[in-house]
């Protein structure tokens, strides 16, 4: 059986995860803010992807992605779907470097699987998944980011306007 990338992402984020609360120095070497950005620290803006604020976070983000990315994954194969991976969690990094205050750190796959929401919201029917109900998630995942705090929503923002916009070129292209 071949795996998958989608797959394959849940292994290798978990697998962070363990190097993240094990090694020293790990979190703190990936993590994105303003300021490593604008030094250079370019690779912040995708190495974000590979930390978690705890385990619980880590679980609903892996969730996320094998149920949003698996479906994603096979309508548009593994080279598409690397695209919308990476354009949504460039996207979401970007706008949260832009748009929070300078202080804010932040970790999590968020933005990439916010991405797959938007993607997932324009190709659903296709897939057999009502969209309207991926909608109302989105919805109630922004809610939760706005009433809780601590939740980055600029970079979730960021990876679903990624997403959809990606995902609608690739469809003209489909």
């Known amino acids: 059986m071949r795996r998958t990338l989608t797959g ?25 803010n303003r300021f490593y950005v604008e030094n250079g620290e370019y690779y912040r803006l995708i190495t974000v992807a590979l930390l978690h604020g705890g385990l619980w976070h880590l679980a609903f983000n892996l969730y996320a992605l094998h149920a949003l990315g698996t479906p994603v994954e096979a309508y548009f ?44 919201a324009l190709i659903g029917q296709r897939v057999g998944i009502e969209w309207r109900s991926i909608l109302v998630i989105v919805g109630i995942n922004f809610a939760i980011g706005f009433v809780l705090g601590g939740v980055d929503w600029r970079g979730h923002l960021g990876g679903l306007i990624g997403g959809t916009l990606v995902t609608t070129i690739l469809n003209r292209t489909k």
């Open 8 to 32: 394959t992402l849940v292994f290798l984020i978990a697998a962070s995860y363990l190097l993240q609360i094990t090694v020293v120095g790990y979190e703190d070497a990936l993590l994105l």
């Open 77 to 120: 194969g593994r080279g598409k779907f690397t695209l919308i991976l990476i354009i949504s969690l460039l996207s979401g990094s970007t706008l949260s470097v832009l748009f929070n205050p300078a202080y804010v750190y932040s970790i999590g796959a968020s933005g990439m699987i916010f991405g797959l929401f938007g993607s997932l």
